[in-house]
């Protein structure tokens, strides 16, 4: 049995500091890995989980090597805008 492959992804649900490294946690690709598995990890990090296994895993490794896209998973987010409360309304007649 071929050895496993070894990436670094951060841990989900931690908030960081501007200059703060996130935490890690290591993931196994393995071989006998099936496609399930990999579209749900694909899914916890908001990536594309769509493809044959072969592109799971390159979408995987590449996500592992790319920091800057994991600073997206650590900004908090935005509030939504209220629209004008200015204007004509309607009268109630």
């Known amino acids: 049995m071929p050895a496993a492959e070894i990436i670094s ?3 989900l649900g931690k908030m960081l500091g501007v200059n703060e490294q996130p935490e890690m946690v290591e993931f196994a690709i393995q071989q006998d890995m ?3 598995v990999l579209r749900e990890k694909l899914k916890e990090y908001g990536l594309q989980s769509t493809g044959k296994k ?6 995987l490794r590449e996500y592992a090597t790319d920091d ?4 997206l998973l650590f ?3 935005q ?3 209220r629209g004008s409360y200015t204007g004509k309304r309607k ?3």
């Open 75 to 77: 900004q908090p987010t």
């Open 34 to 36: 099936t496609v399930k």
């Open 68 to 71: 800057t896209s994991w600073r």
């Open 9 to 11: 992804l951060p841990v």
């Open 54 to 59: 072969a592109d799971l895993i390159e979408r």
């Open 91 to 93: 009268s109630l007649v």
């Open 79 to 81: 509030k939504g805008t």
